[in-house]
């Protein structure tokens, strides 16, 4: 069973950058799709970005697309969000997801639905000050 642990929350401004890292243990990191979601108070969890086993393929929210990158370290088992030009609305608590990875690539909506992932982090707290 994977354990994922998010890190890099903080409080930044608006138009500022920050990085998030998901670190991964007990379990074989190349085997997971891996997942970024988040939540605000009142708000169910929403989908953020998305990337394979092999890092070939990533998925985003409209919301974050061509602001935010979600990449692989396997090295140190770790899956990046790399967040950038950040905006108020992006404050929320950000979680970090993993499934056994299904490689079918084209159904998006395996990669995006929170219902897929199976493992969790305990997330981690991004302040976006206007």
């Known amino acids: 069973q994977v354990q994922l642990v998010e890190s890099g929350g903080g409080l930044v401004q608006a138009g500022g950058s920050l990085r998030l890292a998901c670190a991964t243990s007990g379990g074989t990191f190349s085997k997971y799709a891996m997942a970024w979601f988040r939540q605000v108070p009142g708000k169910e969890r929403e989908f953020v970005a998305a990337v394979t086993w092999s890092g070939a393929n990533t998925y985003y929210a409209d919301s974050v697309k061509g602001r935010f990158t979600v990449s692989r370290d396997y090295a140190k088992s770790t899956v990046l969000l790399q967040m950038n030009a950040l905006q108020p609305e992006d404050t929320a608590v950000y979680y970090c997801?993993?499934?056994?990875?299904?490689?079918?690539?084209?159904?998006?909506?395996?990669?995006?639905?929170?219902?897929?992932?199976?493992?969790w982090g305990q997330g981690t707290q991004v302040t976006v000050s206007s």
């Open positions: 997801a993993a499934q056994e990875d299904p490689a079918y690539y084209s159904a998006r909506n395996l990669y995006t639905d929170i219902r897929q992932y199976d493992y």
